[in-house]
T-cell receptor, first 116, second 111 residues
Framework: GAGVSQTPSNKVTEKGKYVELRCDPI?????LYWYRQSLGQGPEFLIY????????DSGLPNDRFFAVRPEGSVSTLKIQRTERGDSAVYLC??????????????FGNGTRLTVT | AQSVSQHNHHVILSEAASLELGCNYS??????LFWYVQYPGQHLQLLLK??????LVKGIKGFEAEFIKSKFSFNLRKPSVQWSDTAEYFC?????????FGTGTRLQVFP
């Protein structure tokens, strides 16, 4: 079946620009996560949605980062005034329920963001 | 502070060798433990998990991991690796919906 889909797969943008990264979770999965993975590091938690609401956004690094999931399915991660330090692979994952309940996370292939 | 430490950054083995990848964590309270794997060109996927019960858990493809509470460890093992096990392996911990990942161990298996 279809897995988690992330678009675009690659995004190159100039410093100071605005970008949007999209995530299509597996159909029926209520939980959706955004992680960021820098070179040589493990995935770093950004935000978790349960349905339409952000249940935990404690990982967002600053107010330039924002994510929405208006209908409880597709999610968009928005980054304003991008900085070179934002360059990373942004991973989206979904699960049938929350990871805390034992449901495995299904990851997408990620969006590689490069800020020049 | 909550953290996960994977001491082996890069491991190189020949086929049929035994594997043990270390994972130590620092976490307050009840902890759930996971190993995820990322094969070349593929997305992260769950290898195995521990929530409670038998501290020795078995996952896919012959992998197993043992939770040792006194050592705050959850090491991954496989008795005999195959070339197809070449991948990056991530240990993760969490007791809510926020998982904390280690930096990963890159495993290369040569025929």
């Amino acid at each position: 079946g279809a897995g988690v889909s992330q678009t675009p797969s690659n995004k190159v943008t100039e410093k100071g620009k605005y970008v949007e990264l999209r995530c299509d979770p597996i159909s029926g999965h209520t939980a959706l996560y955004w992680y960021r993975q820098s070179l040589g590091q493990g995935p770093e938690f950004l935000i978790y949605f349960q349905g339409t609401g952000a249940a935990d956004d404690s990982g967002l690094p600053n107010d330039r980062f924002f994510a929405v999931r208006p209908e409880g399915s597709v999610s968009t991660l928005k980054i304003q005034r991008t900085e070179r330090g934002d360059s990373a692979v942004y991973l989206c994952a979904s699960s049938r329920s929350g990871a805390g309940e034992g449901a495995p996370l299904h990851f997408g292939n990620g969006t590689r963001l490069t800020v020049t | 502070a909550q953290s996960v430490s994977q001491h082996n950054h890069h491991v190189i083995l020949s086929e049929a060798a035994s594997l043990e990848l270390g994972c130590n964590y620092s976490y307050g309270g009840t902890v759930n433990l996971f190993w995820y794997v990322q094969y070349p060109g593929q997305h992260l996927q769950l290898l195995l998990k521990y929530f409670s019960g038998d501290p020795l858990v078995k996952g896919i493809k012959g992998f197993e991991a043992e939770f040792i509470k006194s050592k705050f460890s959850f090491n991954l093992r496989k008795p005999s690796v195959q070339w197809s096990d070449t991948a990056e392996y991530f240990c993760a911990v969490g007791n809510t919906d926020k998982l904390i990942f280690g930096t990963g161990t890159r495993l290369q298996v040569f025929p």
